[in-house]
């Protein structure tokens, strides 16, 4: 059975930092791409990062770019978000999700995943 797990969120002052993981199981960990995702009330689903599943490269969307960070630890089948220089507006339930292969140039798109996570919440205080 394939599980996502993450963990790591919680209630932050602004510009603070937050470290997530998402740790997998039921799946050759390093064949796949990882993605995080996020959705505040109200909002749709918001792609933020893609990490491929060979060398590490990652992209990330221009709201977080230069802010947040992703990387893998294959032997730990874990992906990380750190997150730095946090804002209210990254208020949201954030999930990780994956896919089959490295990351693709629609990596945002979240219908392409197969698999997701339960979600973790990161509140952002002003």
């Known amino acids: 059975e394939v599980q996502l797990v993450e963990s790591g969120g919680g209630l932050v002052q602004a510009g603070g930092s937050l470290r997530l993981s998402c740790v997998a199981s039921?799946?050759?960990?390093?064949?796949?791409?990882f993605g995080w995702f996020r959705q505040a009330p109200g909002k749709e689903r918001e792609g933020i990062s893609c990490?491929?599943?060979?060398?590490?490269?990652?992209d990330f969307a221009d709201s977080v770019k230069g802010r947040f960070t992703i990387s893998r630890d294959n032997a730990k089948n874990t992906v990380y978000l750190q997150m730095n220089d946090l804002k209210p507006e990254d208020t949201a339930v954030y999930y990780c999700?994956?896919?089959?292969?490295?990351?693709?140039?629609?990596?945002?798109?979240?219908?392409?995943?197969?698999?997701w996570g339960q979600g973790t919440q990161v509140t952002v205080s002003s």
């Open positions: 999700a994956t896919e089959w292969g490295p990351c693709h140039t629609n990596y945002l798109d979240g219908r392409r995943y197969d698999y």
């Open positions: 990490i491929t599943n060979s060398d590490g490269r990652a």
């Open positions: 039921g799946f050759t960990f390093d064949e796949y791409a």
